[in-house]
């Protein structure tokens, strides 16, 4: 194949050689090398809108919105074909689908072979983290799906910028993306760490097609952050100003829709007016070690990939701000007039077509409950100031948490380092609808990394642990559940805005301030010095929220004591020893 001269935005032979061979293999139509400007993104977009891949929505109130609709099978991740595929099964663990990397490159190539005939083949260049940071990573996505191509360019640092940091270098992440037919039965988001390669098919939603996100900056970024001393996380990271002025960032891991966004992104109200709040990570957080010995965040994307359903002015009014403008919706519903809509919005008073396109019969929801909407960070009213810092930001505590209807507390600090990555280790959540499958189902999901950790689990809690104890300011190590419920099953904590109750408790034990009891397996807050002033919650509540059930826990243990021991001798013993020491204290 010879490349027309205007094309060519590259002098990487190498970067050349994958990309043709990958169109020797696939057979598109056309090339196209993404350059990341405006006038491309909007050609993008009308295109798509000429086509029917986008809707225009009502652009006198949404300008520069539109929607996307799915194939109604594919509207969220699909765990059950998510593949790392490593020389040895071992180095995958027993928590990653594995298969051989021969076997999954002839089953791949099979199904690329002229799979984007007819079509034009994108090349997307994406840096990851801020340009000039030494943390920052490049990836190149190829992909037939233009609508990829537009949510890379709001996520991530992409186009001619990404190929100039590369220059002629090798070291990039490699990653091969066809939409196929949308086949769910030969659908496959394969990872092969030890090439930085990864090849996913016959799928177009976000988790499972945009490369750049779970694939590159954690599967992938997690492999090669272990052999190079670092972590790439399923975190947020949030920067809280207090009304003296002092800044601290907090990061924090929950599982798939349990509330990193509206974490991240909580505006301060009523008595927290004299606070300020502003986000740098709605999901993924990577961390390293500076020369001081804190632990410094950096977020590798530029914007959010976030639920709709359960947005709106109480819960994140930041967020409503953002997505005003320039925003693509995904499987959101529709009113007659072209507004977005969703469950958790006010009832709207006109005709709603459903993420189906079809008029809401009321019988099924309007959204689909995984609908998310694509927005940069940078028209974010609320973005970190050290949002493109490339040193990243210091964190003073880690937060674990996920959905529990009953047993953990509302918040429960780790005794010290070990304990704190032994929580994070025994984490469990109910699944959620960010994953296809059973939702409500708990599973132990440690550091929210269960889907998203691209070699054996065993090996990252070695790691994991590793890291905070060669910081010479480790970050103190929280539980939080948002999702404790009460006898008739409704929550028992008001969440969203009041979150920053607990935020100030945690920041005061950052200081060595406020008070706590000590339990069996943690400090909880002591009820009568934790602030809650202008909040209204039943006493009876409050004591729920902080109950420590030694039974319940107890279950707890041994129930995580099963899911280490899938792991063998590879389990670090410095965790097993924390855990009968804790284990021991419930008995
Ligand atoms: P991913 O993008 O999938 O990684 O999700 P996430 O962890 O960022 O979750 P997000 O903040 O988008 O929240 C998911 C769902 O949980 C939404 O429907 C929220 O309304 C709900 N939620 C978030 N925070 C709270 C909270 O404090 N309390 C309650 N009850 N619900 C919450
Ligand atoms: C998640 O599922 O954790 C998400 C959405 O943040 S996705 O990009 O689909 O992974
Ligand atoms: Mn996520």
Redesign the pocket.
């Known amino acids: 194949m010879t490349i027309p001269e205007e094309e060519v935005i590259s002098t990487n032979r190498y970067l050349f050689e994958w990309v043709y061979s990958v169109a020797s293999l696939t057979r598109p139509n056309r090339i196209y090398w993404c350059d990341g400007s405006d006038e491309e993104y909007e050609s993008l977009i009308n295109e798509m809108v000429s086509n029917g891949i986008l809707i225009k929505l009502n652009q006198d109130k949404f300008p520069g919105c539109y929607l996307h609709r799915s194939n109604p099978n594919d509207v969220a991740r699909t765990e059950e074909a998510t593949f790392i595929c490593t020389r040895n099964k071992d180095d995958a663990g027993p928590t990653n689908n594995w298969m051989p990397v021969d076997k999954a490159k002839e089953i791949l190539n099979n199904i690329l072979k002229d799979s984007m005939r007819g079509r034009t083949m994108y090349v997307v260049p994406y840096v990851l983290g801020p340009l000039k940071s030494p943390y920052s990573r490049i990836g190149i996505q190829i992909t037939d799906s233009p609508y990829i191509v537009a949510n890379l360019r709001l996520l991530t640092r992409m186009g001619r910028k990404a190929l100039q940091k590369l220059g002629n270098s090798r070291d990039f992440v490699k990653g091969i993306h066809s939409m196929c037919n949308l086949d769910p039965r030969n659908r496959f988001i394969c990872h092969f760490p030890e090439e930085k390669l990864i090849i996913s098919v016959n799928s177009n939603y976000g988790g499972n097609a945009i490369l750049s996100k779970k694939c590159h900056a954690l599967r992938i970024a997690s492999y090669e952050a272990r052999n190079e001393g670092w972590l790439a996380e399923h975190m947020l990271i949030v920067s809280i100003v207090d009304p003296e002025g002092r800044m601290y960032h907090i990061a924090g891991a929950?599982?798939?829709?349990?509330?990193?966004?509206?974490?991240a992104m909580l505006k301060p109200r009523g008595y927290f007016e004299n606070w300020k709040v502003f986000t740098l990570s709605?999901?993924i957080a990577w961390l390293h070690t500076d020369k001081e010995g804190r632990l410094r965040a950096i977020n590798p994307e530029t914007g959010f990939?976030?639920?709709a359903?359960?947005?709106n002015y109480n819960?994140n009014p930041n967020m409503m701000e953002t997505i005003k403008k320039n925003t693509i919706f995904t499987n959101v519903a529709m009113t007659e007039d072209g507004e977005p809509w969703w469950e958790?919005l006010e009832e709207p008073k006109k005709l709603v077509y459903d993420w189906r396109g079809e008029v809401w019969n009321k019988k099924g929801p309007a959204a689909y409950p995984n609908s998310r909407f694509t927005v940069s960070a940078y028209q974010y009213p609320y973005l970190s100031p050290l949002f493109d810092d490339p040193e990243g930001v210091p964190i003073s505590a880690i937060l674990f948490g996920g959905r529990r209807r009953k047993t953990v507390p509302l918040v429960l600090e780790a005794f010290d380092i070990v304990h704190g990555v032994l929580m994070g280790a025994m984490l469990r959540a109910e699944t959620t609808v960010?994953a296809s499958g059973k939702v409500g189902i708990l599973r132990n999901d440690p550091m929210a990394m269960l889907p998203f950790c691209g070699y054996n689990m065993a090996d990252y809690f070695t790691h994991f642990l590793d890291v905070m104890k060669r910081l010479r300011y480790p970050p103190r190590f929280f539980l939080v559940n948002?999702?404790r419920t009460g006898s008739d099953g409704s929550?028992l904590w008001p969440?969203?805005k009041d979150?920053m109750y607990v935020l100030k408790w945690i920041l005061e034990r950052v200081e060595g301030k406020a008070r706590a009891i000590e339990t069996p397996v943690g400090y909880v807050p002591d009820l009568e010095s934790f602030d809650l002033t202008g909040l209204e919650i039943p006493r009876k509540n409050l004591e729920e929220l902080f109950r420590i059930d030694k039974q319940e826990w107890l279950q707890e243990f041994n129930e995580v004591e099963k899911f280490f021991e899938l792991f063998g001798n590879r389990f670090p013993s410095e965790l097993w020893e924390k855990f009968y020491e804790i284990k021991s204290r419930l008995a």
């Open positions: 929950f599982p798939s829709a349990s509330g990193k966004t509206n974490l709605d999901d990939f976030a639920v359903v359960g947005t819960t958790g960010a948002w999702f929550y969440g969203f979150n």
